[in-house]
């Protein structure tokens, strides 16, 4: 009687907490963290995004830390969504997405000089921690070594036809205390099926074919 009685308390105990589950599973949609593209107001306000399969979703307005108005912005964002047509934003932040320029167009200046010297432009290293095409994008999930001093300025380089590669211009005084986890986006140019990009590590060039 004891042994029944141990038994069916078990098979009740794993009923409920197998309902409770199923609860938390209807009540809170997982949250999910990608890259977006992300639709601003004269305000400065997200009132829709696009996710990188094509969905668009209005949103309720959410401030976005930028300076440009009445754009589209590349962000990185966490929101839950129910699967249909309902999309909630958590939090967004911008993140650095330009076109790439020719090799041409980059100079340095030494002494007063301009150089258009490709081997001169400032490739300062970084962790390299995934890369993968959505959306009309190239992405990149970065580390950055840093203690926080300065900020540090990027640029996508068009080294040749099809091969491209990062810019990184380092702040003097800046060490490598921790990893700073940075996501970039370069939009990949219309009618190019396949591109190549190369970003040089603390181990040397990181070069990829997509």
Same mark, same amino acid.
């Given at each position: 009687?004891?042994?029944?009685?141990?038994?069916?308390?078990?098979?009740?105990?794993?009923l409920?907490?197998?309902?409770?589950?199923?609860?938390?599973?209807?009540d809170?949609?997982?949250?999910v963290?990608?890259?977006?593209?992300?639709?601003?107001?004269?305000?400065?306000?997200v009132?829709?995004?696009?996710?990188?399969?094509?969905?668009?979703?209005?949103?309720?307005?959410?401030?976005?830390?930028?300076e440009?108005k009445?754009?589209?912005l590349?962000?990185?964002?966490?929101?839950?969504?129910?699967g249909?047509?309902?999309?909630?934003?958590?939090?967004?932040?911008?993140?650095?997405?330009?076109?790439?320029?020719?090799v041409?167009?980059?100079?340095?200046?030494?002494?007063?000089?301009?150089?258009?010297?490709a /081997? @001169?432009l400032?490739?300062? #290293? &970084?962790?390299?921690?995934?890369?993968?095409?959505?959306?009309? %994008?190239?992405?990149m999930? +970065?580390?950055?070594?840093t203690?926080g001093?300065?900020?540090?300025?990027?640029?996508?380089?068009?080294?040749?036809?099809?091969?491209y /590669? @990062?810019?990184?211009?380092? #702040? &003097?005084?800046?060490?490598?205390?921790?990893?700073e986890?940075? %996501?970039?986006?370069?939009? +990949?140019?219309?009618?190019?099926?396949?591109?190549?990009?190369?970003?040089?590590?603390?181990d040397?060039?990181?070069t990829?074919?997509?």
């Amino acid at each position: 009687m004891k042994r029944l009685l141990t038994d069916i308390l078990c098979v009740v105990f794993m009923l409920f907490v197998a309902a409770c589950s199923n609860d938390d599973d209807n009540d809170y949609p997982p949250i999910v963290t990608d890259l977006l593209v992300a639709s601003v107001d004269a305000n400065g306000r997200v009132v829709s995004v696009r996710l990188d399969d094509g969905t668009t979703y209005n949103v309720a307005a959410q401030q976005v830390e930028s300076e440009k108005k009445d754009t589209t912005l590349r962000c990185l964002a966490t929101y839950t969504h129910d699967g249909n047509t309902g999309l909630k934003l958590n939090s967004i932040r911008t993140i650095y997405s330009d076109t790439p320029y020719p090799v041409s167009s980059f100079y340095m200046v030494v002494n007063g000089v301009a150089y258009h010297d490709a /081997s @001169l432009l400032p490739r300062s #290293p &970084m962790k390299v921690i995934s890369m993968w095409k959505s959306g009309g %994008y190239l992405n990149m999930h +970065l580390g950055l070594m840093t203690t926080g001093y300065g900020n540090h300025q990027y640029a996508f380089c068009e080294d040749s036809v099809g091969h491209y /590669s @990062l810019l990184h211009q380092r #702040p &003097m005084g800046d060490g490598g205390s921790y990893t700073e986890h940075v %996501y970039m986006s370069m939009p +990949l140019p219309e009618g190019q099926e396949e591109v190549t990009f190369t970003v040089k590590t603390y181990d040397g060039d990181y070069t990829r074919t997509f």
